[in-house]
């Protein structure tokens, strides 16, 4: 499995990423650039802003079209 399919995977599992998680579960340290990827294959993922102690990041959540297909390209 691919770095991309394994946080898709996830991203699918749990609703949300950030780049911290996944860093800690799958050593990504570009996850915009998977989401990216992912988008461009056609998922239903977006971007939300979070501050935290000063600090904003991302938070990439997916959501669910009926009919969405779950495929992987090259």
């Known amino acids: 499995m691919t770095q991309r399919e394994a946080i898709y995977e996830y991203i699918k599992r749990n609703g ?3 780049p911290m998680e996944a860093l800690m579960n799958f050593g990504c340290f570009r996850l915009s ?3 990216l990827e992912l988008r461009g294959q ?3 993922i977006r971007t939300e802003s979070e501050t935290d102690n000063g600090k904003t990041y991302a938070r990439y959540r997916y959501h669910d ?3 969405q297909k779950q495929f992987f390209g090259a």
């Open 33 to 35: 650039a998977r989401i």
């Open 16 to 18: 949300t990423i950030t």
């Open 65 to 67: 079209r009926p009919g």
């Open 42 to 44: 056609g998922h239903d």
